[in-house]
């Protein structure tokens, strides 16, 4: 599977912004999709995951009511809706896949990764 995130870009705090991720392959529903962030100076850190059919989501805390991923299967695309973004929400963001079954949050638990794409959220 290969990933390729957009959308990202310069936005005032308040705002919004939606990412995309597109993927290649026809086994893109075989894999349940996550986001993941990295700020400067930081570890990369896991923001949501959504399953391989949609029905099921998960955020991290940081994120949780603000943010909403979500899937389209006949699109093979997975998205990040981001809402009320804070200048701490800063940071590259890459899409992944995983076969892994459950909730997987952890790097290495994702087989595949798109190239990122930068969010700048200004004060």
């Known amino acids: 599977v290969q990933l390729q995130a957009f959308g990202g870009g310069l936005v005032q705090a308040g705002g919004f912004l939606r990412l995309s991720c597109a993927a290649s392959?026809?086994?893109?529903?075989?894999?349940?999709m996550g986001w993941f962030r990295q700020a400067p100076g930081k570890e990369r850190e896991f923001v949501a995951l959504?399953?391989?059919?949609?029905?099921?989501?998960y955020y991290a805390d940081s994120v949780k009511g603000r943010f909403t991923i979500s899937r389209d299967n006949a699109k093979n695309t997975v998205y990040l809706q981001m809402n009320s973004l804070k200048p701490e929400d800063t940071a590259v963001y890459y899409c992944a896949a995983t076969p892994t079954t459950g909730w997987p949050a952890r790097i290495y638990e994702y087989d595949y990764w798109g190239q990122g794409t930068l969010v700048t959220v200004s004060s």
């Open positions: 959504v399953s391989l059919s949609g029905g099921r989501t």
């Open positions: 392959g026809r086994t893109f529903s075989s894999y349940g």
